[in-house]
Structures are given as structure tokens and as C-alpha cells.
């Protein structure tokens, strides 16, 4: 994938009237984030910069202040508050009309670092993944697993609508939208990417930094992979301190391969390598 920001036309090829009768089915969770006045829509993943996207989006729709101070947690504001308001639903009432007339940007990570991050994510919250639990570790007290069993798991259900911690990334209005323009951001290089975006969407120029800071977030450690450790039982109980090992360490070639044929889509789609480059982070 680029370094930058890749801006994608696509032939519209669907009537407005087709497109309009076709979102009312397609926006379920993770709901798009809507911007009326600047004619923006934001599709996000979970596990693949939400807190960071999201927070850049409240920026630009003058919400990211009012958001923080209603709860330190960006997504606690977005479901209780903003998601309920009558400008969510004028905006989405307003982007059913006339769809065609929004800029469409997302938000992508790499597939196999996500998916990583899935992991450490069901560990952490072993209590909202509960049939998980039961499938992995049965009436076993000690919440642990590998991360290859991990993939097998995700090997059993339907991607496409499972949790959304670790559905693919594709969401559904990108199926069945043709936008007249679609942003795709590489969660790896937006900090220097977002500035290019805001100068050619006529957006103020905003810190990226200001939205990095999440106590949400795992730490990763940094240097090269060690030897695999993919079969290895893993404890991340204590969310934002637990030190996680370099996500190719997580990998051997068997599960490359798996983890691309369950991401074909959002490999394919976003462009990513379906190889892991052991040298680079």
C-alpha cells in the first residue's frame, strides 16, 4: 500500500435511487460516523486505529472537546451521545439522498498486525466473549489460549458478521457504495498522510499526535521478532500495560496463509502484502 493517502474514483454505475434503498440494510455496526456540514463519511474497524480515526473526525465536526469531557474513552461518546442525536440522523437521512455527494474515507490496517491485536483484545476482555471462551477453553477456570487457536476459531464463523473486534474490515456500504471518491488511509503512516488529506479536503490543518494518546491501547514492543511463539499460551489481563511481543512473532508460514485466506477481501481490497516482511516493522 502507499505511504500516503490513496484517493480511489469509481464509474458510477448505480442509480442514486438504488444506492438510497440499498443503505438502509447496510449500516449496522461499526456505524459510519456522518459529517453533514463538510460532507465527509468515516468508516472505521475496530482493532485498526478507531480510537485515532474517530477522534480526528470529532476534531473537523468541532465534537473531539466536548467528547473527551463526556468520558475519556472516545467510543463511550459515540454510542451513548452522538450516535442517539438528531444531527447522527440528519446527517445519515441526509447522506441517504444523496450519497453520491460524500467523500468516503476509511481507515485501514494491515490484516495481520489486526488480527494480532484481536487476539490480545479477546484475552483482555474475556467476560464479552463468552462463546469464544467456551469454544477455546471449555469449563477451564485459566482464560488462555494460543493465538493459533485463535485463528482457528475465526476459521469457523462468518467474518463478515461477527464481533466487530475482529469482522474483516470491509464494511458493507463499501459492497454495495460506489462513492464518487473513496480515501484509504494506511494506519501506519497517517500521521504523515492525514496533513495531505486535510490540505486536499480544504480541512484546517490538525496535530495527528493529539489523537495517538489512548490508555486503551496494549504496548507493543519494538526490535526485530523473536522465534515463533504463535503455539504459546498468553495472559493480557491488564489492559494498557500489558507488553505485547512483535506481531511477527505471532506468525509462521502456515498461519500467514491462514490469516490471508480468512482476510482475502481486505487484502485484496486495500492492497496490503500477503507476505509478512520479517525485516520491517
Given at each position: 500500500?502507499?505511504?500516503?493517502?490513496?484517493?480511489?474514483?469509481?464509474?458510477?454505475?448505480?442509480?442514486?435511487?438504488?444506492?438510497?434503498?440499498?443503505?438502509?440494510?447496510?449500516?449496522?455496526?461499526?456505524?459510519?460516523?456522518?459529517?453533514?456540514?463538510?460532507?465527509?463519511?468515516?468508516l472505521?474497524?475496530?482493532?485498526?486505529?478507531?480510537?485515532?480515526?474517530?477522534?480526528?473526525?470529532?476534531?473537523?465536526?468541532?465534537?473531539?472537546?466536548?467528547?473527551?469531557?463526556?468520558?475519556?474513552?472516545?467510543?463511550?461518546?459515540?454510542?451513548?451521545?452522538?450516535?442517539?442525536?438528531?444531527?447522527?440522523?440528519?446527517?445519515?437521512?441526509?447522506?441517504?439522498?444523496?450519497?453520491?455527494?460524500?467523500?468516503?474515507?476509511?481507515?485501514?490496517?494491515?490484516?495481520?498486525?489486526?488480527?494480532?491485536?484481536?487476539?490480545?483484545?479477546?484475552?483482555?476482555?474475556?467476560?464479552?466473549n463468552?462463546?469464544l471462551?467456551?469454544?477455546l477453553?471449555?469449563?477451564?477456570?485459566?482464560?488462555?489460549?494460543?493465538?493459533?487457536?485463535?485463528?482457528?476459531?475465526?476459521?469457523?464463523?462468518?467474518?463478515?458478521n461477527?464481533d466487530?473486534?475482529y469482522?474483516?474490515?470491509?464494511?458493507?456500504?463499501?459492497?454495495?457504495?460506489?462513492?464518487?471518491?473513496?480515501?484509504?488511509?494506511?494506519?501506519?503512516?497517517?500521521m504523515?498522510?492525514?496533513?495531505?488529506?486535510?490540505?486536499?479536503?480544504?480541512?484546517?490543518?490538525?496535530?495527528?499526535?493529539?489523537?495517538?494518546?489512548?490508555?486503551?491501547?496494549?504496548?507493543?514492543?519494538?526490535?526485530?521478532?523473536?522465534?515463533?511463539?504463535?503455539?504459546?499460551?498468553?495472559?493480557?489481563?491488564?489492559?494498557?500495560?500489558a507488553?505485547?511481543?512483535?506481531?511477527r512473532?505471532?506468525?509462521?508460514?502456515?498461519?500467514?496463509?491462514?490469516?490471508?485466506?480468512?482476510?482475502?477481501?481486505?487484502?485484496?481490497?486495500?492492497?496490503?502484502?500477503?507476505?509478512?516482511?520479517?525485516?520491517?516493522?
Amino acid at each position: 500500500m502507499l505511504r500516503t493517502f490513496v484517493a480511489r474514483r469509481r464509474k458510477r454505475n448505480k442509480s442514486t435511487r438504488q444506492i438510497a434503498a440499498n443503505l438502509h440494510s447496510v449500516t449496522y455496526g461499526p456505524q459510519p460516523i456522518v459529517d453533514l456540514r463538510n460532507k465527509i463519511v468515516l468508516l472505521w474497524s475496530a482493532k485498526a486505529g478507531s480510537v485515532f480515526a474517530i477522534k480526528w473526525m470529532f476534531k473537523h465536526m468541532g465534537l473531539l472537546e466536548e467528547a473527551l469531557a463526556f468520558h475519556p474513552w472516545i467510543h463511550c461518546y459515540r454510542m451513548n451521545v452522538f450516535c442517539l442525536s438528531d444531527r447522527y440522523k440528519a446527517a445519515v437521512e441526509d447522506f441517504f439522498q444523496s450519497p453520491l455527494s460524500y467523500r468516503v474515507i476509511k481507515f485501514v490496517r494491515s490484516p495481520f498486525k489486526r488480527a494480532v491485536s484481536s487476539y490480545v483484545h479477546v484475552l483482555q476482555n474475556a467476560e464479552r466473549n463468552s462463546d469464544l471462551v467456551e469454544t477455546l477453553v471449555g469449563a477451564e477456570q485459566k482464560f488462555t489460549f494460543s493465538f493459533d487457536q485463535f485463528v482457528g476459531y475465526l476459521g469457523t464463523i462468518d467474518l463478515r458478521n461477527s464481533d466487530v473486534h475482529y469482522r474483516t474490515q470491509t464494511h458493507q456500504l463499501e459492497r454495495e457504495l460506489s462513492p464518487g471518491s473513496l480515501f484509504l488511509l494506511n494506519l501506519d503512516h497517517s500521521m504523515e498522510s492525514l496533513p495531505k488529506l486535510e490540505s486536499y479536503l480544504g480541512l484546517p490543518q490538525t496535530d495527528p499526535q493529539q489523537y495517538r494518546i489512548s490508555s486503551h491501547h496494549a504496548t507493543r514492543s519494538l526490535g526485530a521478532p523473536a522465534q515463533f511463539i504463535g503455539d504459546q499460551l498468553f495472559e493480557f489481563s491488564d489492559r494498557g500495560q500489558a507488553s505485547v511481543p512483535d506481531y511477527r512473532s505471532f506468525y509462521n508460514r502456515d498461519l500467514e496463509q491462514r490469516v490471508y485466506h480468512l482476510y482475502a477481501e481486505d487484502f485484496l481490497r486495500y492492497g496490503f502484502s500477503t507476505v509478512i516482511n520479517r525485516r520491517d516493522p
